[in-house]
């Protein structure tokens, strides 16, 4: 299994300022993704990170609020722009290898409050 | 149409007992995998168990075990011997490869494990 370090493990910002994310993988791995937890709910998938090409993003979340960076295989970064108290959530970087395990695993996340 | 459905919003279980958790899944890929994650209040996510679309068998990992019933597209998770840490949410969780690497998520149970 692959150890996913993300940091900061929790935030407080101001609105209007910008945080960025950032997710370690211990090993080399395929896929990465971001994902969001806002409260009480689901995992929303945000994007999937790919290395040295721009990110690919789901349907309504955009490079502008959610660029991505993934310079290398084992890092990526998610930075949340211009935050405003909706985008209190939990942010979660995931990771897992084609032709591996199946199964993704999960950073500790982080948890962001706007205020 | 959601791809996972978990309708049971919360659940409670007594220390010792077994509790099984549901999980109803939409495809009509032939190709899928079905993941349970555990999510304590800290925040990560847990990988528990995984069962293929085509595995003859039900999966099991310790007390975890998946009750897989095709034709009904159901996957519950059952845990047996509750123990208090136990106590956490609980996200059902489909992967179509076919169709691409992400990984849907029901809304998740909440279960809590009474002393």
């Given at each position: 299994s692959?150890?996913?370090s993300q940091k900061p493990s929790r935030d407080i910002?101001?609105?209007g300022t910008s945080l960025t994310i950032q997710c370690q993988v211990d090993s080399q791995v395929t896929m990465m993704f971001w994902y969001r937890q806002q409260p009480g709910q689901?995992?929303?998938?945000?994007?999937?990170?790919?290395?040295?090409?721009?990110?690919?993003?789901e349907s309504g979340f955009v490079i502008d609020k959610f660029p991505i960076s993934?310079?290398?295989?084992?890092?990526?970064?998610?930075?949340?722009?211009?935050?405003?108290?909706?985008?209190?959530?939990?942010?979660?970087?995931?990771?897992?290898?084609?032709?591996?395990?199946?199964?993704?695993?999960?950073?500790?996340?982080?948890?962001l409050t706007v205020v | 149409a959601q791809k996972i459905t978990q309708t049971q919003p919360g659940m409670f279980v007594q220390e010792k007992e077994?509790?099984?958790?549901?999980?109803?899944?939409?495809t009509s890929d032939p190709s899928y995998g079905l993941f349970w994650y555990k999510q304590p209040s800290s925040g990560e996510m847990i990988f528990l168990i995984?069962?293929?679309?085509?595995?003859?068998?039900?999966?099991?990992?310790?007390?975890?075990?998946?009750?897989f019933q095709k034709a009904r597209k159901s996957a519950n998770l059952v845990i047996s011997a509750s123990q208090?840490?136990?106590?956490?949410?609980?996200?059902?969780?489909?992967?179509?490869?076919?169709?691409g690497n992400q990984f849907y998520f029901g809304t998740g149970t909440s279960l809590t494990v009474i002393p």
């Open positions: 692959a150890v996913i910002c101001q609105r689901s995992l929303t998938l945000i994007a999937t990170a790919n290395q040295g090409s721009e990110a690919t993003y993934r310079p290398n295989l084992t890092f990526s970064t998610l930075t949340v722009s211009n935050m405003s108290p909706e985008d209190s959530s939990i942010y979660l970087c995931s990771a897992r290898r084609t032709g591996g395990k199946p199964e993704a695993f999960f950073g500790q996340g982080t948890r | 077994a509790v099984t958790l549901d999980c109803t899944y939409d995984y069962q293929g679309s085509y595995d003859q068998q039900n999966a099991t990992e310790g007390r975890y075990s998946l009750n208090l840490g136990d106590s956490a949410m609980y996200f059902c969780a489909m992967r179509e490869p076919n169709t």
